[in-house]
């Protein structure tokens, strides 16, 4: 849910950056324990029994090696927190009291800006006033707080989503509130209150009070469910849209179920506010609610930010199967992996999860879990019956649907598709095929109509990849040398490498092509370091690793971070040498298996890099370059001597070039050393 955020002056996020204590700030979400130079836990974003979390507080970077998550101070505020970069630099700025100052804005934007913070102060206000009218007021506690009990949830639940009630009288809130000093307009515009004969009325009188919170756990709104059966009064009543609700952007229960989600890989999605609560109440705390309504695209890019895969329960009925399909396109559209299950007996989450208890339900969910277009699938053939032109809709839409399944990684589960359904169908499987790639030209189309100059140069559907051996090992080895450099770059870069030059001296001036790279953000970080290093800078790991660009930031971190450090015996070179080859011939589960068995469990070994060997890191990588170069050079020689149009002169030029390249090749490949990078 947005909420409103001006440009934090650079001034001020300097200040913030320089007050950073990584193991302040990342020690409060996870235990740490000292662990030679480093820190280490169990990581909080995904399950593990043996830590493999680090901190680093000289680099002031966290990494797992479990599960490959890393980043800085505040990557780590994003991620575990879900916030904006803008959200976690005043995060911290509030932890450290620093007074956040902010660039020049608009006198709207800033009137905007006033709204919002307003109705977050009412809205924090309202809160604590429909909690305490629920636990300390005769007819909260006899009303409100009676019904929530018989709706079997229990007292820590209840203060946990912060509920309340409203009082049923006429104005009881807004007599409070005003006396309070809020403003009467920004009452109104929360939805708290309404203007009827002159005055100020509660709008939620008699009902059970749901505050509604974004992703940094502000309530932006609430839902207001009424208890006494009134035919004429609506069950709920929802805060209208402002400055801060917007309901399309709204999932209820996001902020408490975040975490969750993230460690389970899988977000399960119900209709009601009640459902959420109870589930979480059984302990399946990766649930949100989408509030009845239809899914719309930013709640999907919400559960984005979290999962690839959804699972959507409702209740059986029909109504409840036509709300679980509406948005399927959109949500197959934006790359989700979906599925539905459909709560048996006339029973909704809540009921059912109460009925049978916490264990049986996921149980439940775990065996009953459809594909969400084949389910599709399933209703509409029912539905058409033996009508012959309804089946054919039916053919229609289902391949249009499937031509939403357009990423690149996605194509199998196309085909898989196709192949599934075309079977159920009883129908030709080419056939279903081209009309799935008819919508996908057709859609093309559409966008090319919407932007003519824009060219698609990606790979064609059908084009074949190959990963032969030797490709794969070659591509394998770039990646392997192009990370070693940036390491070297990052680590050693300062160092001196000869009497007269430090190793960034060395690198640079061997004048390395940046298209050699296959990592093109490694192009980015030596143009960043080559600018710095042109004035007399040498760049360290901790100014690459709180850039802007969260690419370079994770190159850096993954290229400089290891799960093991040094211990005083493995100074011994012949030592290093050999666990450096196993980890070359072993993968990396295998070395360190093979290797613990081999040491005392818990002594911190030591491989790979050693400080003393930086020279010759560097030797082997630019060695490693050249040769690539020289290859290159190489394949293009030879492209030029299969022109049929070249006199003999010119070939015979053609054939001193290459046999001196090869020459250059092979005392290349004399000189190149091992340089091993397992990550």
């Given amino acids: 849910m947005p909420q409103i955020l001006g440009l934090i002056s650079q001034q001020t996020i300097q200040q913030i950056l320089s007050r950073i204590d990584i193991i302040d700030i990342v020690g409060g979400f996870v235990k740490l324990k000292k662990r030679g130079a480093n820190y280490l836990g169990l990581c909080p974003f995904h399950n593990e029994k043996t830590p493999s979390f680090t901190v680093s507080p000289a680099k002031e970077i966290y990494k797992c090696f479990g599960c490959g998550r890393s980043g800085n101070t505040i990557g780590f505020l994003m991620e575990h927190e879900k916030y904006s970069y803008v959200e976690a630099l005043r995060w911290l700025a509030n932890r450290y009291n620093i007074e956040v100052e902010e660039t020049e804005t608009s006198p709207e934007f800033k009137q905007q800006q006033q709204v919002a913070e307003s109705l977050f102060i009412i809205n924090n206000f309202a809160q604590q006033y429909f909690s305490n009218v629920l636990f300390n007021e005769e007819e909260g506690q006899d009303i409100g707080l009676s019904y929530l009990k018989e709706r079997k949830f229990r007292d820590e639940i209840i203060e946990k989503f912060q509920l309340g009630y ?179 007996d006339k029973e909704d989450p809540d009921s059912y999860v109460q009925k049978v208890g916490a264990g049986s339900f996921k149980n439940f969910i775990a065996e009953n879990k459809k594909d969400f277009i084949l389910f599709q699938l399933e209703v509409s053939v029912k539905d058409a019956g033996s009508d012959s032109a309804k089946k054919a809709a039916v053919v229609n839409q289902l391949a249009e649907t499937i031509s939403k399944i357009n990423k690149a990684e996605d194509f199998t589960r196309q085909q898989d598709y196709i192949r599934q359904c075309a079977e159920l169908l009883k129908i030709d499987e080419q056939g279903l095929h081209n009309l799935v790639n008819k919508f996908i030209r057709e859609k093309v189309q559409r966008e090319e109509q919407k932007s003519p100059d824009k060219k698609n140069t990606g790979p064609a559907l059908n084009e074949t990849i190959d990963f032969s051996d030797e490709t794969f090992n070659a591509l394998f080895q770039d990646e392997l040398q192009e990370r070693a450099l940036v390491r070297i770059l990052v680590n050693y870069g300062a160092k001196a490498f000869d009497e007269k030059k430090t190793v960034a001296d060395y690198i640079f001036g061997e004048e390395i092509e940046e298209d050699f790279f296959k990592n093109k953000k490694i192009n980015d970080l030596l143009a960043i ?122 070939i015979k030029h053609y054939q001193e070039v290459h046999i001196h390249l090869k020459q250059m090749q092979q005392e290349l490949s004399g000189k190149k050393g091992t340089v091993v990078y397992p990550f």
């Fill in 166 to 344: 409203c009082l049923d009288k006429r104005d009881a809130f807004a007599t409070t509130a005003v006396a309070a000093k809020y403003n009467a307009d920004y009452l109104q515009k929360s939805g708290l209150v309404v203007m009827r004969d002159s005055r100020l009325v509660d709008n939620y009188r008699g009902r059970i009070i749901f505050p509604v919170h974004n992703q940094t756990g502000k309530i932006i709104g609430f839902g207001a469910r009424i208890i006494r059966s009134n035919d004429r009064a609506p069950k709920y009543i929802n805060t209208p849209e402002n400055e801060i609700y917007v309901k399309s952007k709204i999932l209820y229960g996001s902020y408490f179920a975040r975490r969750a989600i993230d460690i389970n890989d899988e977000c399960l999605l119900v209709e009601g506010y009640t459902d959420v609560i109870s589930l979480h109440q059984a302990g399946i705390e990766n649930v949100v609610a989408s509030g009845g309504t239809s899914l719309t695209l930013d709640q999907l890019r919400l559960i984005k930010k979290y999962t690839n895969n959804l699972t959507i329960i409702y209740d059986g009925d029909s109504a409840g199967i036509k709300a679980a399909l509406r948005g399927l396109d959109m949500a197959i559209e934006e790359g989700l992996n979906v599925k539905l299950v459909l709560i048996p």
């Fill in 529 to 650: 370091y080559k600018r710095e290093h042109s004035i007399g800078r040498n760049l360290s790991v901790t100014d690459f690793t709180y850039l802007p660009d969260n690419e370079i930031v994770q190159l850096v971190i993954n290229a400089t971070n290891y799960p093991y450090e040094m211990s005083v015996r493995w100074n011994d070179e012949d030592r290093a040498h050999t666990i450096n080859k196993k980890i070359w011939e072993l993968n990396y589960e295998e070395f360190r298996s093979q290797i613990l068995k081999e040491e005392k469990a818990n002594e911190i070994i030591y491989f790979l890099g050693a400080d003393e060997n930086y020279k010759n890191e560097v030797e082997d990588v630019l060695i490693y370059l050249k040769l690539k170069k020289v290859k290159r050079l190489i394949l293009l020689n030879e492209e030029d001597m299969k022109n049929p149009q070249s006199d003999p002169e010119t």
